[in-house]
Every structure is written in structure tokens, then in C-alpha cells.
């Protein structure tokens, strides 16, 4: 990740760091990063990408957040918990 965050630093307005991380129950959706690092896949993700780009807007996205509210408040407390 830090590769390619600095190789693109600066280039990049905004970084997209974490993509679809819950499922619609509001649990962590099984991917290889939660089966190799746990849950602090998302907080490292997003530490990794600060620090090779520390001037970029960082988010995350997942989907049905907006047809599902426990999901999106899930999402919100994701993010802020980083």
C-alpha cells in the first residue's frame, strides 16, 4: 500500500481506502486482509495511506448504507473509530 500511495503522492485528491468492509448484519466481511491482520486491517489501512500521503483525503465506501441505517451507522462508527 505504501508503494503505491507514494508512488501516486500528491497526484491523488482523495484515496479510497477501504471498500465494502461490512456486510449488511454490520459484520466484518470475510476478505483476506480480516483473515491475515484481524480487524485492524481498516485502522492500518488507513495509517499506511496517511503517512505516504499525508495531505490526501482519505475515505472509505461500502454499499447499501443508504437502505440499510444500522449499516450506515456501522460504517460512520468504522470510520470515526480509526
Not at 483525503?57 to 437502505?67: A, M, P, Q
Request: negative net charge.
Amino acid at each position: 500500500m505504501k508503494t503505491v500511495v507514494g508512488h501516486f503522492k500528491g497526484l491523488c485528491y482523495v484515496w479510497d481506502v477501504v471498500n465494502k468492509a461490512l456486510n449488511d448484519d454490520e459484520t466484518l466481511r470475510t476478505s483476506n486482509f480480516l483473515e491475515v491482520l484481524g480487524e485492524a486491517y481498516i485502522s492500518l489501512s488507513f495509517q499506511f495511506t496517511r503517512e505516504a500521503d499525508p495531505v490526501a483525503k482519505l475515505c472509505s465506501h461500502d454499499f447499501n448504507l443508504e437502505v440499510i441505517p444500522s449499516k450506515a451507522a456501522a460504517a460512520k462508527d468504522l470510520v470515526h473509530a480509526v
